[in-house]
């Protein structure tokens, strides 16, 4: 039986309601929905008894965040939207082998429509959001709220209409606003990434207090990882405005797991002295499994208190000096893995006492990252590349530097990894990733999401002919992708000159050293030629399909006769092509070849994962072409087909050529 595809991003709510009810059935009951039509739904209050062992504190009483349009947020969050992406093959580069993207437009709604397509794929996020220092910002959400409803809903008025007082800029709009903007994106972004995926915000003292209460709430207070202190370079405040001049933000990071680990930065001989201790597998230093200083008592966080079995068979809790109840620095599932690897070393003292410590390797001379990055560059750097960049021109303001963004990849991100960036500004991000796979080989991929907000009339940037900040973001990436590939070009093949001099010399010692160093950079060499610097360049927009295809029961038979297509009259193959992916959860990365096969227009993504024909008036030649193929999908339009016979018929034919076939009509 050929499916409809529904070609809209998924009900979130319907899909925790699914979740709720396999694990709490009594929960759910049944309520009418706006159609008055019988739904599943769930008793909220019985649900909040069964999720506490005393009865449920007032409404009004709990510890939380909360502000006016949370609620409306989280709906919005939840809630299916019919947009899609169009590509725009012309503003690409490489774009039928590219695995880069490059997304124009509001980022909660590429959020939404990527939310299948990229479930659970993403290694890391990292993002610069507005900072919210005073000014309205750009995105203007659906539940955005003038100053009049805003106080309305505060009941900061008198009955008279009179304001109780004056509603500035730092009594809560624009809290409330940003809150409402940072929450719902975050809540989305979060289910993009893999259980080890971490993600990076970039924030300053105006919100990092509230941004780090949202994160606790969508990530888990128990995934947070760190707040990154780092050195700006560019003093900002004072004279007269701030008593106290700012040299710094902040870098907040969440994991979506405990289960994460990050990779070292490259230490001097001096920080490596401290690894004392060495084995078969190297030099290291140990470090106590109990927690320290700080929330280091049980009740801090309950599921780190366990006991643990010492060489001896002795049990072991918990405890600190002081003679309270303690916990360890992770959990018992983090324990085990640990001890697998050979990381856990036991040791008695003096008092016969047992003793847990955490090994710490020195492998290759990488160092543990710490929480005050004051060694990476700062932000003048970061403007005077991006001017370079562009021959002298100041297109972009307070652009973050390649070098920061960069050592968030190192400590975080491997070979073949997802990079997500939906604030992508001049696309610093991208940038990074480029330059990083040049220089360790690897082969990451970035998703770079801006809103083409138009760049001031009377600016450089206007005047240079950038009028949007996402034309900004595309030119950068074309000119560092080139810039890159010439420099680490030439870069090893210096080096590999060099070699070449010295193996020349007969008498010269270490020659097979000097052998794999070449082969090495001849790798390099290869792997930057061929180094991925391309983006597919795709658009937001509203669906490709008419409201009779959402909405047919709201249409006479009159009007249904009216279409003879539910397709949009102005959407080409390619927009179909690319709505069809988004809806059957496929990556947008994924290669794609357009062949002509009996006359007709195919499209076959990698390789037979999908094959579709959008083409009016299809016959079966061209049916039995593409089940030839044997692709697990195929999708027609349903134009195609003049009646039920030929539907009918072609699904006869799949099932005795390509049985194993989904077939789907749009």
Known sequence: MMEKLKMQTPNLVDKNVEQIAKIFPEVITEIKDKDGNQIKGIDFDLLKQKLSNVLVEDENERYRLDWPGKKASLLKANTPITKTLRPVIEESVNFGKTENLYIEGDNFEVLKILQESYLGTVKMICID?????????????????????????????????????????????????????????????????????????????????????????????????????????????????????????????????????????????KEASIYDKEDEWGRYLIRPLRRTGGEDRREDRPTMFYSLISPDGTEVFPKAPAGYESRWICG??????????????????????????????????????????????????????????????????FPKPVGFIKKTLQISTSSNDVILDFFSGSATTAHAVMQINAEDSGNRK??????????????????????????????????AGKKIKEEYLEKYEKELAKI??????????????????????????EHVKNLDTGFRVYKTDTSNMKDVFYHPKELTQQQLSAFESNIKEDRTPEDLLTQVILDLGLELSLSIEKKEMLGNNVFVVQENALVACF?????????????????????????????????????????????ETIISVI
């Open 615 to 659: 083409d009016d008036n299809i016959d079966f030649g061209i049916v039995d072409k593409i089940a030839e193929l044997k692709p697990l999908k195929v999708v027609f339009k349903d134009a195609s087909f003049k009646d039920d016979k030929d539907r009918i018929n072609v699904e006869e034919r799949f099932k005795r050529l390509s049985p």
């Open 129 to 269: 959001p507005p900072y919210n220092t005073g000014k309205d910002f750009i995105y203007k959400d659906d539940f955005k709220k003038s100053a009049d409803e805003y106080e309305e809903e505060l009941g900061i008025t008198n009955e008279e209409g009179g304001k109780l007082f004056k509603n500035t800029d730092t009594n809560g709009r624009f809290h409330s606003d940003w809150l409402s903007m940072m929450y719902e994106r975050l809540a989305i972004a979060r289910d993009l990434l893999k259980d080890d995926g971490i993600v990076f915000i970039s924030i300053d003292d105006n919100e990092v207090h509230n941004l780090s209460r949202i994160c606790d709430e969508i990530f888990g207070e128990d995934n947070f990882v760190a707040q990154i202190t780092r050195a700006t370079g560019t003093p900002t405040g004072g004279g007269g405005a701030k008593p106290i001049v700012n040299e710094l933000d902040y870098l907040l990071i969440y994991s979506k797991s405990e289960s994460v680990f990050f990779s070292g930065t490259n230490m001097t001989e």
């Open 446 to 479: 970035f998703i770079m999401v801006q809103l083409p907000e138009n760049t001031e009339e009377e600016s450089e940037t206007y005047k240079a002919g950038y009028k949007t900040i996402s034309e900004i973001g595309k030119e950068r990436i074309r000119r």
């Open 500 to 525: 070449d001099k010295e193996l020349e010399q007969d008498s010269l010692e270490g020659k097979e050293e000097l052998k794999e160093q070449k082969a090495e950079l001849e790798t390099k060499i």
């Open 332 to 397: 018992k599932d983090k324990y085990e893995e640990l001890k697998k690897i050979n990381l856990i070393e036991w040791k008695k003292t003096e008092n016969n006492e047992w003793i847990v410590y955490q090994k710490f390797y020195l492998e290759g001379r990488l160092k543990q990252p710490g929480n005050l990055w004051n060694d990476v560059e700062g932000n003048k750097k970061a403007t005077r590349d991006v001017r370079e960049l562009f021959e002298g021109k100041k297109v972009f303001d």
